[in-house]
């Protein structure tokens, strides 16, 4: 191995002929000789994605900007855990400043995707209100963020100049509708028939009644879902569909066991919402929901004067009277995207010695509704 000195070579080549990246070395140290192929050092192998970053980010992408207390109790509802190390759910998000963006007051932390600018991110909290709650006023859309534990300035200019998103006409804001720019586009389905018509949940005449003798006896239920409707719609559908499925899981093991029955699967559905508030739901859905019903497992409940908040108040009345009449097995599930009234309802009821869950993941749009978690 030939050693060179650079100092000796510089009166020799002159500074003009010594350019650096030639094969020299300094005097002492040899020069780097080729490596023949397959035979360099082995490339590291990429580090594995932690479990944590990748459902944040799914959590994201879906929802668009949440509250770290929103993202938090999504990793605990999916069991999802921190990687070894990381003492918060805040130093694991500060920890990844390349995928996600902190912002809000230091009592209320807000979490989105990076790669989403200010405004993207506030079309989709927008967007995700709307699409829960339906059209409503500017008023009482900035009510409902401020229920979710979020603020968007210049609400109305934003609306304003997102027109390709939101229809703002006297007064009142709804998500634009696919296709409505250009007069509608193609609907039709296969064989060139219309879908049928989305129903809307008050032509349903979905009872309020909670007279006992109307209700599934107390000592047959084994869940209780709570729907917040005036911010957490989707929901619905969601509960619905997991209520209808225990039922035939309980009829398909009566039939099984060679009974005639079966029991009605031991869920209750019990929805709150302004008396305005008028959703529209699909007509496989309200089909199921008008069964339900029928059958005392779906209630609609709502106060007696709109006032602000006032189905918050009816969801924490009959919660309490359902409490008194549960048998202690019996667990309430809370769909609401209100944290306030999440972090009351909720921790009250656990602190009671019942068994309490707050917006798992399987009533979100993403889980379907159905029987992954046992009852």
């Known amino acids: 191995m030939i050693l060179f000195c650079v100092p000796a070579l510089v009166p020799i080549l002159g500074p003009a002929r010594l350019r650096l990246g030639q094969p020299l070395a300094l005097c002492g140290q040899p020069s780097p000789l080729p490596t023949p192929a397959g035979h360099g050092p082995e490339q590291a192998a990429p580090l594995a994605q932690p479990p944590a970053l990748a459902a944040v980010r799914e959590l994201l992408e879906a929802r668009g900007r949440l509250s770290l207390a929103q993202v938090g109790e999504h990793l605990r509802a999916t069991e999802t855990p921190l990687p070894e190390g990381i003492g918060s759910l805040t130093a694991f998000v500060e920890a990844h400043g390349d995928t996600f963006a902190l912002s809000g007051r230091p009592s209320n932390r807000l979490v989105a995707l990076a790669e989403d600018t200010t405004a993207a991110a506030l079309v989709r909290t927008v967007a995700a209100v709307l699409r829960d709650q339906g059209?409503?006023?500017?008023?009482?859309?900035?009510?409902?963020?401020?229920?979710?534990?979020?603020?968007?300035?210049?609400?109305?200019?934003?609306?304003?100049?997102?027109?390709?998103?939101?229809?703002?006409?006297?007064?009142?804001?709804?998500?634009?509708?696919?296709?409505?720019?250009?007069?509608?586009?193609?609907?039709?389905?296969?064989?060139?028939?219309?879908?049928?018509?989305?129903?809307?949940?008050?032509?349903?005449?979905?009872?309020?009644?909670?007279?006992?003798?109307?209700?599934?006896?107390?000592?047959?239920?084994?869940?209780?879902?709570?729907?917040?409707?005036?911010?957490?719609?989707?929901?619905?559908?969601?509960?619905?569909?997991?209520?209808?499925?225990?039922?035939?899981?309980?009829?398909?093991?009566?039939?099984a066991d060679g009974g005639d029955g079966g029991g009605d699967g031991g869920v209750l559905v019990l929805a709150f919402a302004a008396t305005t508030h008028n959703p529209r739901v699909t007509p496989a859905a309200a089909e199921r929901m008008e069964a339900l019903a029928a059958a005392g497992r779906l209630r609609l409940l709502t106060p007696v004067r709109d006032t602000k908040n006032a189905a918050d108040f009816v969801l924490s009345f009959w919660v309490g009277w359902l409490h008194a009449r549960l048998p202690p097995t019996a667990r309430v599930v809370l769909a609401s995207a209100d944290i306030h009234l999440e972090r009351t309802v909720v921790d009250l009821l656990r602190a009671e010695g019942r068994e309490a869950l707050a917006n798992p993941d399987w009533l979100s749009p993403l889980g379907g509704g159905g029987l992954s978690t046992e009852l």
């Open 135 to 255: 059209a409503t006023s500017t008023t009482e859309l900035k009510l409902r963020l401020s229920e979710r534990g979020q603020y968007v300035p210049g609400l109305s200019t934003l609306l304003r100049r997102h027109a390709e998103t939101f229809v703002v006409r006297d007064g009142t804001v709804a998500l634009r509708e696919e296709g409505e720019e250009d007069g509608g586009g193609d609907d039709s389905s296969e064989g060139g028939h219309l879908p049928p018509p989305m129903r809307r949940l008050l032509s349903l005449a979905i009872p309020s009644s909670m007279a006992p003798h109307e209700l599934p006896a107390p000592a047959a239920l084994r869940e209780v879902l709570l729907i917040d409707m005036d911010n957490n719609a989707f929901a619905l559908e969601q509960s619905v569909a997991r209520a209808t499925g225990a039922a035939a899981a309980a009829a398909a093991a009566a039939a």
